[in-house]
């Protein structure tokens, strides 16, 4: 395995999979004692927040003034400005990133609520339509405990396929995709074990079961979009549903190279 100072690249397979594909499981994992500490900074963010869904952690990387209203951890914007992270993501979407969302999508034991089908480019106000994003794993995630499912190269035609809201309160997310956009039967699990991560693009159709499990199905997932497109606050208000982000006040980072947009707004407060 890599140390922590060595450059970690997808590899041409790799990335060629994920070209492909539209999501990837690379080689690359995190060490066992940053996986702790990061399980750890989770047990204190959901003690900080009692009254939050934990499948809804959203800007948990932002500890005051959270746009969002939940009480982060620093670790997890460590974790997302990490190095080896950011080369991975370099690798997929080139050398000018901005890092611009962090959520923990925790489900408890038995009761963790499903994410519905969905593409993240519906309602994200990202123009042109452009994200990867790194999914990790904190805990062991399989199907007995709701892990992520994709449906392979549903992200190719570059469309943003049908949706409509769905308010049912075992849902994480009130976006969901029409049943005749895509083919359920052809989808995938994404097993991993803490540490290991997935990536996806904004297009890919993805969604997760509820955890009827007796162990609890934690993994952060962090977005990165290439500089070239524009993080286009005006596009969404305040959203009246607590399973919605509230994008119009959040602080994004240029967590590598430069603004190649040039109209991206990094001066919202950080709150660090
Ligand atoms: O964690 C999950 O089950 C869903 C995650 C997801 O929808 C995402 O990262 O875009």
Redesign the pocket.
């Known amino acids: 395995m890599a140390n922590a100072t060595t450059r970690v690249q997808l590899t041409p397979a790799e990335l060629l999979r994920y070209r492909e594909q539209g999501y990837l499981v690379p080689a690359f994992r995190l060490a066992a004692d940053r996986v702790a500490a990061l399980q750890a900074a989770l047990v204190q963010v959901i003690e900080a927040n009692p009254g939050v869904r934990q ?1 809804s952690l959203r800007c948990a990387h932002i500890v005051e003034n959270n746009p969002d209203g939940i009480r982060g951890h620093p670790a997890f914007l460590d974790l997302a400005l990490d190095r080896q992270i950011l080369d991975l993501v370099e690798s997929a979407i080139g050398p000018d990133i901005i890092f611009w969302g962090c ?1 923990i ?1 925790c ?1 408890p034991g038995e009761i963790g609520l499903a ?1 519905p089908w ?1 593409q ?1 480019g519906q309602y994200w106000p990202i123009r042109p339509l452009a994200t990867c ?1 790194v ?1 990790i794993a904190l805990d062991r995630v399989g199907p007995d405990n ?3 499912r994709v449906i392979p190269g549903s992200h190719t035609c570059q469309t943003v396929f049908r949706h409509h809201e769905n308010r049912d309160a075992n849902l ?2 009130i976006q969901e995709l029409d049943e005749d956009q895509f083919d359920a039967d052809t989808a995938v699990d994404i097993v991993l074990e803490p540490g290991e991560l997935s990536l ?1 693009d904004i297009y890919m159709v ?3 079961a509820p955890n009827t499990s007796g162990r609890r199905r934690a ?1 952060v ?1 962090l977005r990165y979009m290439p500089s070239t497109s524009l993080f286009d606050r005006g596009l969404k208000g305040r959203p009246d549903d607590t399973r919605s982000a509230n994008f119009g006040d959040r602080p994004i980072w240029l967590a590598r190279g430069v603004d190649r947009h040039g109209g991206n707004v990094f001066s919202v407060e950080h709150g660090q």
Do not use: I, P, R, Y
């Open positions: 499948e959520q999508f489900k994410v969905h993240d994003t999914w709701g892990c992520m994480a997310l996806h993805h969604g997760s993994g997932a």
